[in-house]
């Protein structure tokens, strides 16, 4: 009995340590390792709903050509709501489809008394090409270096932008984003139409 009791114990001390590690794998983590691995929240960068929209200035283009020496800057619309779309390159399924159904439902997603921009890191005169061949109502702005697309939260990797849109009200605050602009879901469209309707009440 005595060899018995001597194995039965040591059995015992042997499966000791055991418990934490079971206690850890039922959710129980120590306090010291709580929350290793879980998913932390995005840092967003840019303009959020409210801010003051950054002034910037920049080259355009028209269908009908280049915009000579007079860029265009958020300051100038002053008054009016603008739209601002980024959007990654032009000559592009994505981008084509956006900008027609902007092109499409000009008046009814946007109306009188709206500037609406697209803004890529193409040169003015890859701009006025592609405008000319869609048939574009507004101008598209050149961003080569992504300045103000990185100001905006709309730089991507590549050189290309995000496709991203914000609505800025006639005093210059931002009242709409959205940070994955959808080219192809028409409920990105209508919130838009929704948002440009609010931000002209204001």
């Not at 355009?60 to 280049?66: L, Q, V």
């Given at each position: 009995?005595?060899?018995?009791?001597?194995?039965?114990?040591?059995?015992?001390?042997?499966?000791?340590?055991?418990?934490?590690?079971a206690a850890q794998a039922a959710g129980s983590a120590p306090p010291a390792q709580a929350g290793l691995g879980e998913p932390s929240a995005g840092l967003v960068s840019g303009p959020?709903?409210?801010?003051?929209?950054?002034?910037?200035?920049?080259?355009?283009?028209?269908?009908?050509?280049?915009?000579?020496?007079?860029w265009w800057s958020l300051t100038g619309h002053?008054?009016?709501?603008?739209?601002?779309a980024f959007y990654p390159k032009d000559f592009t399924s994505g981008c084509t489809a956006e900008m027609q159904t902007f092109r499409d439902q000009y008046s009814t997603m946007f109306?009188?008394?709206?500037?609406v921009v697209g803004i890529s890191a193409d040169s003015v005169e890859t701009h006025v090409r592609w405008a000319q061949s869609l048939g574009l109502p507004f101008r598209l702005l050149s961003d080569p270096t992504q300045?103000?697309?990185?100001?905006?939260?709309?730089?991507?990797?590549?050189?290309y932008n995000k496709r991203t849109v914000f609505v800025i009200d006639?005093?210059?605050?931002v009242t709409y984003t959205n940070r994955q602009f959808g080219a192809l879901d028409p409920k990105a469209y209508k919130d838009l139409q929704d948002a440009v309707a609010l931000a002209k009440k204001t």
């Open positions: 009995m005595t060899k018995l009791t001597r194995a039965l114990a040591l059995l015992a001390f042997a499966a000791a340590p055991a418990a934490p590690l959020m709903m409210g801010d003051r929209a950054p002034d910037f200035s920049l080259p355009w283009a028209t269908a009908e050509g280049p915009g000579g020496a007079q002053r008054g009016k709501v603008v739209v601002l109306g009188d008394g709206v500037e300045q103000v697309a990185k100001a905006w939260g709309s730089a991507g990797a590549n050189g006639r005093r210059g605050k």
